[in-house]
């Protein structure tokens, strides 16, 4: 499904010159440069309009939010729906000890990338003995245990009605009066979290991840070991992951279990939007972001009227035939598109 090519683990082809070496990954950092600078536009574009700040902040967030899911899910080629949970020890790790206890919001972001990185070891552990759907259906079922486990410790989680969080705007407590501060906070992680995303995809751990997806057994065969693979990717994902749904809990300063644990809302729109961008790609989860998070909301606004969960199937409709038209997703496409003129070209 990814639209990577992998490398392969040993050949007898000659290795590129030193000149090609260097100018790969600066070919590639260049092109992050670029893009960072057409988000920065982006934001500066929608300043001042509330409604489309909104929707670009939320982009951004669930853009990085999905940008973590890809290190495993892409790269790693381990299909998650439980990236949820991670989301929501993040959430909830701002909204219980800034809510309840008054802890910087900025330290409670620190705090949760342990507490998500010790869950994902834990969970981790037992699911990637399992294979294929057999692992996804694990991770669904572990993002349906946290939704229940949040509604029933009360009164630890707040349960059903949730934890609110006071409004004090200072940036020490990462509230704001001027919300593109939220913009630019969100473009901030998401810069962090795609420049994390890029330097894996090139570095010893990226091969290793995608010779596990390609293949665990020659994997394992070449020197990669399979579980520590696995458990590095998934560590990695899981704490980026917390620092989103972290943020995500500052910005609506509210967290219940079915803000950040609904499957449809969190969980699976992580899948969907990496799957729409360019799963395995590195700016597939941003340009599915952008393409996503806007088509939803625009939708609840036209089919506000029509019958409740009508715009959620216009949006799976879109869902399914967009992949369809756009194999390997929109990156994947263009990036083929581009290559195929080029070849042209030179002919």
């Known amino acids: 499904m990814s639209t990577v090519?992998?490398?392969?683990l040993a050949t007898t082809e000659p290795q590129p010159s030193p000149r090609s070496a260097i100018t790969s990954p600066a070919r590639a950092w260049g092109a992050y440069a670029v893009g960072i600078v057409l988000l920065v536009l982006l934001l500066l574009l929608v300043q001042g309009k509330d409604y489309w700040l909104n929707i670009v902040t939320l982009a951004f967030l669930f853009a990085a939010?999905?940008?973590?899911?890809?290190?495993?899910?892409?790269?790693?080629?381990?299909?998650?729906?439980?990236?949820?949970?991670?989301?929501a020890v993040g959430a909830y790790s701002v909204a219980i000890l800034y809510g309840k206890h008054g802890i910087s919001p900025w330290l409670c972001l620190l705090i949760g990338i342990p507490v998500a990185m010790a869950v994902a070891a834990i969970t981790s552990a037992p699911i990637f003995r399992l294979r294929g759907p057999f692992f996804s259906m694990a991770t669904l079922a572990l993002n349906q245990v946290a939704l229940v486990?949040?509604?029933?410790?009360?009164?630890?989680?707040?349960?059903?009605?949730?934890?609110?969080?006071?409004?004090?705007?200072?940036?020490?407590?990462?509230?704001?009066?001027?919300r593109v501060n939220y913009g630019i906070v969100s473009l901030v992680l998401l810069a962090i979290v795609v420049a994390v995303a890029l330097w894996v995809s090139r570095s010893r751990l990226g091969y290793?991840?995608?010779?596990?997806?390609?293949?665990?057994?020659?994997?394992?065969?070449?020197g990669f070991g399979i579980f520590r693979t696995k458990m590095t990717g998934m560590l990695l994902s899981g704490a980026l992951t917390s620092v989103a749904g972290g943020l995500y809990a500052v910005y609506i300063h509210y967290v219940d279990p079915e803000s950040v644990l609904n499957l449809g809302d969190v969980g699976v729109r992580f899948v969907l939007i990496a799957l729409l961008g360019g799963i395995g790609t590195v700016s597939g989860p941003v340009v599915g972001a952008l393409v996503l998070i806007p088509l939803v909301y625009q939708l609840q606004g036209l089919l506000?009227?029509?019958?409740?969960?009508?715009?959620?199937?216009?949006?799976?409709?879109?869902?399914?035939?967009?992949?369809?038209?756009?194999?390997?997703?929109?990156?994947?496409?263009?990036?083929?598109?581009?290559?195929a003129m080029q070849r042209r070209r030179a002919r």
């Open 65 to 87: 939010a999905a940008s973590a899911w890809n290190i495993i899910g892409g790269f790693g080629g381990q299909l998650s729906f439980g990236h949820g949970v991670f989301f």
């Open 208 to 222: 290793a991840l995608r010779a596990v997806r390609e293949d665990d057994q020659s994997a394992a065969a070449a």
């Open 149 to 178: 486990l949040a509604v029933y410790f009360a009164s630890f989680t707040g349960g059903a009605q949730g934890v609110a969080m006071p409004f004090k705007p200072s940036t020490a407590n990462l509230t704001f009066v001027n």
């Open 5 to 8: 090519s992998t490398e392969p």
């Open 304 to 339: 506000a009227g029509a019958r409740p969960g009508v715009n959620l199937a216009v949006v799976g409709l879109l869902i399914v035939l967009i992949p369809l038209a756009f194999r390997g997703g929109i990156v994947g496409s263009v990036t083929k598109a581009w290559g």
